[in-house]
């Protein structure tokens, strides 16, 4: 039977810090779970999504003498998931079947672009395409740009990246044969599917970067509104990682510096392991 305190859980949240109801859901396979319980005692977590017991990342946690315990998991698979915390019976106070305490929601993914279908592609301005993995791409510079593999303008890319890439590393060159001003370079989204170009709200963008100019990066929504926004420091030694979290993400927007004088010094922006997570 359960211990004289059996185990509750109190709060569950997303690797963004948001609440997680039961029977809700979640954009990424990163959940945090914390709750009471009778201290000393183990509780085992089992973990299933559609039926399926799959193997947790934490398998087991102590409650500690306040009566707290606390528990992160990674890498859920994308589906309906139940995560169920029972008592272990190496407590003697617990006898089967111990306490339990569980929790549902269902685990979105983000979808991944290694952008192999772009590359020593040329754009002009207001050029549009899908990538193979549904991802929405409008060049609107009036300066051409063409993507281009990052390993011929970095040559220690791949190391940098190490563990941290999947597919090709791709650059965007920029040629700024024209004065503009610090308009929108491109600009990102997610589509509904492979059969409909519609694009969907997204709750979270992250992508790694390289970049010869300090350009500007939006979150923006369906209206126009800037969400978030970030300014990237130009040249750094190594990729750095830029994350947007926020509900209702519909573009990414990347904007190049102003170009004073025509047919200037040409620049690179490499985007790499970019992960747009739908919203749920």
Do not use: H
């Not at 272990?88 to 305490?101: C, E, F, W």
């Not at 979270?204 to 100019?213: H, I, P, R, T």
Request: one cysteine or more; aromatic letters at 8%.
């Amino acid at each position: 039977m359960p211990s004289p305190l059996p185990p509750t859980i109190a709060t569950v949240k997303d690797s963004a810090g948001n609440n997680i109801a039961n029977n809700g859901a979640v954009s990424g396979g990163s959940v945090s779970f914390t709750g009471a319980g009778l201290p000393g005692v183990t509780l085992d977590i089992t973990v299933t999504t559609d039926g399926i017991k799959q193997t947790p990342s934490t398998a087991s946690v102590l409650i500690g003498s306040d009566t707290k315990w606390s528990a992160n998991l990674t890498s859920l698979p994308a589906g309906n998931t139940v995560v169920t915390f029972t008592e272990s019976l190496s407590n003697p106070v617990v006898t089967s079947p111990g306490g339990i305490a569980s929790w549902s929601f269902t685990v979105t993914l983000g979808v991944r672009e290694d952008f192999t279908s772009l590359t020593g592609q040329v754009f002009e301005q207001n050029w549009r395409l899908i990538t193979k993995n549904n991802i929405s791409f409008y060049y609107n510079s009036k300066n051409t740009g063409c993507i281009r593999d990052a390993r011929e303008f970095w040559p220690t890319t791949s190391s940098s990246f190490k563990g941290k890439l999947e597919g090709s590393v791709v650059c965007l060159n920029y040629y700024p044969k024209l004065v503009s001003d610090g308009t929108s370079l491109f600009s990102l989204g997610l589509c509904k599917s492979k059969d409909d170009n519609t694009i969907v709200n997204v709750s979270k963008v992250s992508f790694y970067y390289l970049s010869q100019a300090e350009c500007t990066v939006y979150a923006k929504d369906g209206a126009g509104n800037i969400l978030d926004q970030r300014t990237l420091a130009p040249n750094p030694t190594m990729p750095l990682q830029v994350t947007f979290s926020a509900r209702n993400i519909l573009v990414i927007v990347v904007l190049a510096p102003p170009i004073a004088t025509a047919y200037s010094m040409s620049s690179q922006f490499t985007m790499g392991n970019l992960e747009l997570t739908p919203s749920t």
